[in-house]
């Protein structure tokens, strides 16, 4: 397997073979992209867990409005959408 010269000088210098390398940053690939799975779903199901634990939501409620204008003011010069 031939790795970049990057990855074979970080991989050379913690001691373990090309083999064993890419297969540590091929676990570490999936493991994050599990992770960030989980998070896309909390956050797609935010409200339906929020209730689940009953959980008082109200200050992230307050804060997004003004969170989505941010976002599109930094993105356009323009206002953001009307929610």
């Given at each position: 397997m031939h790795l970049t010269p990057c990855l074979a000088a970080t991989g050379s210098r913690i001691?373990?073979?090309?083999?064993v390398y890419a297969a540590w940053?091929?676990?570490d690939i999936i493991v994050a992209s599990i992770?960030?799975?989980?998070r896309l779903?909390?956050?797609a199901n935010a409200?339906?867990?929020g209730k689940a634990l009953k959980a008082d939501t109200s200050a992230v409620d307050a804060l997004h409005p003004m969170a989505c204008c941010w976002?599109?003011?930094a993105i356009w010069s323009g206002p953001g959408p009307q929610r």
């Open positions: 001691g373990v073979g090309s083999a940053i091929a676990v992770g960030m799975a989980f779903l909390g956050v409200k339906r867990i976002r599109w003011s």
